[in-house]
């Protein structure tokens, strides 16, 4: 799935960041389910930019939907960019997520994933991010195999 982008890789720049994430939509094709972790400031908001520039959306329409939770860019395929910031582990049942994640014909790219609980969506991607330094970043890139829910 991730088209040998897995393993670790460092990030010296924010348009590092973000070139890389366009490197790694390229390699996953739709559905597509990236799941992200790391610290605030990591750069996971960065990297969705260049995921979503990927798949044809607008890099400036990017913006994390930290109180909105959900925002959807429009394009060649829909991609939807959920924020778990605010929620706490295990309360994601009740935000009606199982249809987006569910869908096979768009890209969904999740921050703070640990707090959606289970993973186990079919095929997907995890990345964490992790601090280096003040200006880099190690990226930590690992498909994950898993049962594809519904019929």
Sequence with gaps: MTGGL???FVSRSEPETFEFGRRLATSLGVPARIFLFGDLGAGKTSLTRGIAAGYGVAPEEVSSPTFT?????????PVYHIDLYRIAPGETHELGLDEILDDPRTVVIVEWADRLGDLDRGPACRVSLSYVDEGTRRIEVREISGRRRGP
């Design 69 to 77: 939770l959900v925002n959807r860019y429009p394009g060649p395929v």
């Design 6 to 8: 897995d393993g670790s």
